[in-house]
């Protein structure tokens, strides 16, 4: 039911641009702001991959996992193309969601569409869009994720577009970071966003899903929710004896760090002050991303 729906974006769109007599190749052109920003459903053998595309080892096994992912549930986060010609599309992220598409034996997939001069026109959509009032929890996210991305903004920056507080871009974001299933789930309004904050800090795959499948079931409310997370937590911490309690103030600096690297950050300390600080990533160009903001 679900990849039904996600499959269905775009359909208006997706006519649009497979009309010659109304093909949309500059931002200037009058139907232009019908494209940019938008969901269409593009022919995936109209896409080619970005030939500057510094990745080029995909793991199978994990996109034979999205794969199935997407038999399941559909495209979840849309990827990105840009427009070279009448059809003709070149892909400018996603591309480990595109490959696993293929293999699944998706004929199309969502995209948003870039034209070559659109880069103001696509930051005032977006913009646009966010502010509109009825979006779920995912859009806003990965809305913001593009805003960041695409349009070459810091966090900073793009709050500043939005007219929100730092922290809650932070947080908005770091709903990518969960399950498939799950972010699905959101965009069903299936949960809150108050039930996905708390599931982000389960490192667990397997528990975070455990845990969704809980919430849906047994209609847990937010507060049983961060019991159930708090509950996982404190072993951990119990069985580390060479470990002593955080400070707060230590608690505080972690989650400004964790804001400003949009990532996740670990603080360890011994009794005697020593200790080490984790910042992860998720991929080499997260980690160049994290390196660049070290560097500033």
Known sequence: MTAKKKQALGKGLSALLKDPSTNVSSAKDERAPEVVGHIAEVDIDSIEVNPFQPRTHFDKGALEDLSNSIKELGIVQPITVRKVGFNEYQLISGERRFRASKMAGLTSIPAYVRIADDQSMLEMALVENIQRQDLDAIEIALSYKRLIEECDLTQEQMSDRVGKKRSTVTN????????????????DRMLSMGHARALVNVEDENEQLKIYRDIIANDLSVRQVEDRVRQLKEPTRASNTSEVETPDEIL????????YFNAKVDVKRNAKGKGSLVIKFDSDRDLERIIELINR
């Open 252 to 259: 505080e600096l972690k989650s400004q760090l964790a804001g």
């Open 172 to 187: 908005y974001l770091r709903l990518l970071k969960l399950q498939p299933l799950i972010q699905a789930g959101i965009r």
